[in-house]
Nanobody
Framework: QVQLVESGGGLVQAGGSLRLSCASS????????MGWFRQAPGKEREIVAA????????YYPDSVKGRFTISRDNAKITVYLQMNSLKPEDTAVYFC??????????????????WGQGTQVTVSS
């Protein structure tokens, strides 16, 4: 069974940075499309970044474009989310998700079959 484990969340002041990591227990997921989503209290889960299986294609919504960067290290079967210039509205639980093998960078949650348990990111004003 594939496990995805997020780390790197925490409390940061507005304007600060955090780097989230998502480690997978399944080697086959070095070939999977990966995504980062977030969910704030009372809101729906939303995409914040996605990356295809090669690492050459990415997707970001306008809300984080230019501030967040997704990357992957397939040798370590780890995906990262570098978050800069954080804003209070970025406060949420952040989830890592694994999609299909050889998959594209999809913004849709239904494209991802495996999910981590999430890590809390809190940005204070």
């Amino acid at each position: 069974q594939v496990q995805l484990v997020e780390s790197g969340g925490g409390l940061v002041q507005a304007g600060g940075s955090l780097r989230l990591s998502c480690a997978s227990s399944g080697r086959s997921y070095s070939l999977a499309a990966m995504g980062w989503f977030r969910q704030a209290p009372g809101k729906e889960r939303e995409i914040v970044a996605a990356i295809d299986w090669t690492g050459s294609s990415t997707y970001y919504p306008d809300s984080v474009k230019g501030r967040f960067t997704i990357s992957r290290d397939n040798a370590k079967i780890t995906v990262y989310l570098q978050m800069n210039s954080l804003k209070p509205e970025d406060t949420a639980v952040y989830f890592c998700a694994a999609g299909p093998k050889y998959g594209l960078a999809s913004p849709n949650s239904y494209s991802y079959a495996y999910w981590g348990q999430g890590t809390q990111v809190t940005v204070s004003s």
